[in-house]
């Protein structure tokens, strides 16, 4: 929480060269928001790993199996550079994820596949609706952090192998897809769910939203377009995947 | 033993331009071997993969868990080489790796650690031990594959870790020194297994060692030979992280 003030001083304002983060870190809240942001994400990355890896037991194949764990590790390479991000904001990497681990580790105990096919269409909407809800903060960030951060959720090129494979099983047993099209509506019940515990608790994230003095936020209407569009988004997602939401 | 062995039939004189591929491939008991051999080795990595990633699961603090996952990803990341050379040789990668799933995940089975510092010595030792196990087998392959083969072992710069948090824990607390050395004992029995389960299933694979017509092979001195210096190896790992073995 405090590790903000390290950078803060006036001394920090003589930073230059090609991006405008010197000025946005003025602000000790924008600093702790950044810190915060980040390290939500890598402890995301990182958990998605863990349980994308837990995933691949379920696999029905070797080369289901291999699919599955390249998605893994996919996630996994992106924990360094906002390591290192952190690092360089004068930020322990491991105290700014700490605060998120057990909202994430909760998502995911209340969330775990019972089978291959619901850990398919978790690792395909939850990851989407994860990469859409960054996407949307990613615009209140300085230029530099917004790039590192887009820049995570570029996809990786699985989903059209979670498509092809949830598809077919749809076809082969249609119940299978009613059972899926619950299974997406909790995940995004639990996502909000665990989004809203950590806007309560992290004071500077909800802030950076909610805009400052010298920066535009997003008032009450303008959070709720937000959620609309995410809402959109997991819709087409599912659609997608040839399930209802 | 030596790697200059494997170039000095008949045959391989006449070949040129840094790659003795096609004609070692002309037997079509190499070729099988070859695909055994990348057939193993790549579902070892698969497996290693699944087996760090769950033991990341042990890890007491987040950082440790970072570096074991870091370990897991490093294994994974070799597997894409391996499959495009069973490709090249018009093998199927799958089906490459299918007779070594039950051998590899019967050894993972019966090697459960126990807690994370079981964990880490499996990490270090066995793979350690798997590696040099390959790495003996290489001295008989055609110089592109066995590039290839030894560059997937190449230290992946994450044993200091293991060394410094296990003997860390035994300094602190002795008698985990004795369950540990116990343990890696089991670890080497539990290979040994296996390996020879696999030898006794896969003639090709076993015939590479024992050599052909055209190739040289070795007898069971040589044999008895490579299994001495795998043990020492072994005892010399046990040594640095500070255990008897």
Chains 1, 2 share one sequence.
Do not use: C, N
């Amino acid at each position: 929480m405090t590790e903000s003030q390290v950078e803060t001083g006036p001394e920090s304002g003589g930073r230059a060269g090609g991006d405008d983060t010197p000025l946005a870190f003025e602000d000790p809240t924008y600093r702790e928001a950044m810190v915060d942001l980040l390290g939500v994400i890598a402890y995301g990355e990182i958990s998605a790993f863990e349980r994308l890896a837990e995933d691949a037991k379920l696999a029905p194949t070797l080369e289901d199996k291999v699919a599955i764990a390249t998605m893994a590790s996919a996630e996994f390479s992106k924990v360094d550079a906002l390591r290192r991000r952190l690092e360089s904001l004068g930020a322990d990497p491991f105290a700014a994820m700490a605060p998120f681990q057990e909202p994430i580790d909760r998502f995911h105990d209340h969330t775990a596949p019972a089978d291959w096919y619901e850990g398919l269409v978790k690792a395909y909407v939850g990851d989407g609706l994860a990469d859409d809800f960054y996407r949307e903060i990613a615009a209140y960030l300085d230029a530099e952090t917004r790039d590192l951060v887009v820049g995570t959720f570029e996809d990786s090129g699985h989903a059209a192998f979670v498509v092809d494979r949830v598809r077919a099983a749809i076809a082969a047993d249609h119940r299978l897809g009613g059972r899926l099209a619950l299974w997406g509506r909790r995940l995004m019940g639990e996502a909000l769910i665990q989004a809203q515990r950590v806007a309560a608790e992290r004071d500077a994230l909800s802030a950076l939203l909610a805009g400052g003095t010298d920066r535009p936020g997003l008032d009450l209407a303008a959070i709720g377009r937000m959620f609309a569009r995410l809402t959109e988004r997991h819709t087409e997602r599912m659609a997608e995947l040839g399930l209802e939401s």
